[in-house]
């Protein structure tokens, strides 16, 4: 689609281990500059899995067809070098979890520079320097000392931080965002939505996978419902979460609701 950072074109996912079940369904998005948008549904409903098709990361049993557009190029075109180059240097990706996505074996400062190294082609002092600067901006707390540490030190939430520092440093056009907050206690979670809320601020284009409702609906600018594979609903934020269309949507977010 004209002026896309991101096309995903009828993608669908089933993985060959002798399972029926097909992951993902003939799912088509398309996500423009400046973007915030989240994609909500109950576990399992193949969000994360989308996601990780992007940047080709799926298991070997991974079966996919459809097609995945970057700039109008095709990722899924691309040798494994090549697709090194797109991730963390134009798509950067925030696993879930309480930052366990963090290499035990690297020090914080490095990792979060690493993609600095990788991609601009900046040396590891400059891009540890940088990365200090970036561990300041959210608020890490002794950044110089925490830069030389290994992230078994930190606690889940400073994990978590450090990685979406990691996410922005290379200035990547896209971030993506599997589950920012799961794993992480209420008062984690409303810390890590703030940081992610700074960065909407900035025009940073953003997909989101996130159980939050209040923060996608605050948030996003578009949402999209997924269940069982497929995309079961989509529109404005508000619209969505406050006024969903779709008989599945509404079960979901009562489901939600009754739960908080």
Known sequence: MENAILDIQNVSVRF???????????????????????IIGETGSGKSILLLSVLRLLPASAVVSGDVCLHGQSLFALSPKQMDGVRGGQISYVPQGSGNGMNPLLSVGFQVGEPLIAHRGMNKKRAIARAVELMRRFHLGREEELARQYPYTL??????????????????ELLLFDEPTSALDPELTGDILRVIQSLAKEKMTMLIVTHEMAFARDVADRVIFMDGGVIVEQGPARDVIENPQAERTKQF????????
């Open 253 to 260: 977010l009562a489901r939600y609701r009754k739960n908080q």
């Open 155 to 172: 606690s889940g939430g400073m994990r978590q931080r450090a990685l979406i520092a990691m996410g922005i440093s290379a200035d990547a």
């Open 16 to 38: 060959a281990n002798g399972s029926a079940v097909q992951a993902v369904e003939q799912v088509s998005l398309s996500v423009f500059p400046s973007d915030k948008l989240c």
